[in-house]
């Protein structure tokens, strides 16, 4: 269960894109925890099914809305599909993303622009259709998950740092335009949450030990652990909140250390 029993959805109507699996599913599964109707983005329909049952399994109201939100075509027309039926759209999370690895001198252009079209363009894609029918409502909120990779620079990650670089200002634009319409943009920062895209690489124990040395609070998160910051954003509680950015990290960004200080590895013991 998530942390969230003080708010409620009922009824919302809350878009959720990259929605098949990790931070995205935690997410839609939360929002229908709290009775609102989760629309489950994904590119494949047996990826967003998956969601959906999920999310009805545990009492919930979801449907799938299949689309590859890196088309601004199909995200657009997916966003009018929403509103067609529903009426209405409250929420967007904007969470849809990919990291390849690949250092920028083995990198093709294609791969160079599906990155940015996935990871930045998609909030632009999805975002202004989605504000365009806030502004109709007189309210919306709409949440981007960030980076910390849009701060600091990774190896062989460049191309996913500097989309992220951009999806953080591109939401920030969006806060300042959007904030007098009644609709509400901020920021979720994710630090190390360990999910199927990440699973294999962590499986080696020294490097779950490194990563790990680098975050205050000594474990790395769950999906679980970034889902109740979305939902609060888009709670009431959150009215008076817009163009923050929350980074759920367990601290890593506090001091971005590159070598753990001696004095702290009573911590480990």
Known sequence: MTATHNQSFAGAVVLVTGGSRGIGRAIALAFGEQGAIVLVNSRTQEGALETVQAVTAAGGTAEAAVA???????????????????????????NAGISPIVPLLEMTQPMWEEIQRVNEWALFHCGQPAAQQMKAQGRGSIVVIGSPG???????????????????????????????????????????????????????????DRVTKQIPLRRMGAPEDVAPAVLWLCSEGASYVNGATIQVDGGQLAGRPTVMSKRLEWARQ
């Open 68 to 94: 590859d939100v890196g088309d601004s075509e199909a995200a657009r027309a997916m966003i009018a599909r929403i509103v067609a039926d529903h009426g209405r759209l409250d929420v967007l999370v904007s």
């Open 150 to 208: 849009a701060e600091d620079a990774y190896d062989a990650q460049s191309a996913y740092s500097a989309s992220k670089a951009g999806l953080q200002m591109l939401a920030m634009g969006m806060a300042w335009e959007w904030g007098p319409l009644g609709v509400r943009t901020n920021v979720v920062q994710p630090g190390w949450i360990e999910t199927s895209l990440n699973r294999a690489y962590l499986r080696d124990s020294d490097v779950r």
